[in-house]
């Protein structure tokens, strides 16, 4: 069904309700990222080693749990570059003749204006709910070599692990299992990168959006988007060479 075959439904649900699925699943990953690094903030003060285990927690579970409950609707994508390689690898596939799979033009299109609409008002409503305005642009510098270097990492890891658990055929067999491994990987990341891993260029714009604990100032943010479209496309080389009989299963 979905394009990263999280159950196996007879027939793909319509793409209105994917897309809505999508801008939700999404505005919810950013609002827990977001309010869980506001509260983090407030609760450990002068602790950022707790606040960061806390937020690291909190983003682990939630975004483990926006895939079971969304991934049957839409495949749980959340996230730009997951829906970018997923378009790329089922047209090379298509090419190649070894399977239909992947999301279409029109598909993509729907996609990835509801993730970015999504992430801005996730943000927004993390601010609200913790009585801060609305929207406040971020004073948050993310800029070095390192940085960059660690988005790459982190990206390519995060989708390396997708389209595995896709292509395997374990995120069909198991949801839970598969969405635990999605979550424990941001989770650990956000502690083995120096970025913290944002690994996902909605994510990154919505958090422009509040200037918090988890927010990235504007000017930070055009490297980080670069450095997460490499990773991705280094996750696409990788997957096409360690899952080559796998072409038509995602």
Known sequence: MGPLAWSEPTARPPLRRRALAEALGTGLLVTVVVGSGIAAQRLSAGQPGLQLLENAVATALGLAVLIVVLGPVSGGHFNPVVSLTDAALGRLARRAGSGTAGLGGRELAAYLPAQLAGGIAGALLANLMFDLPAATLSTTP????????????????????????????????????????????????????????????????????????????????????????LGAATAGVLVRVLYPDEEGVS
Request: proline content about 5%.
């Open 142 to 229: 993310r800029s070095a070599g390192h940085l960059w270097l660690a988005e790459v990492v982190a990206t390519a890891g995060l989708v390396l692990v997708i389209f595995a658990l896709a292509r395997s055929g374990l995120a069909a067999r198991s949801l839970g299992l598969a969405a635990g491994s999605v979550g424990a990987y941001i989770g650990a990341a956000y502690f083995f990168t120096s970025s913290t891993s944002f690994a996902n260029p909605a994510v990154t714009i919505g958090r422009i959006f509040s200037d918090t604990f988890a927010g990235i100032s504007p000017g930070s943010v055009p490297p980080f988007l670069a450095a997460q479209l």
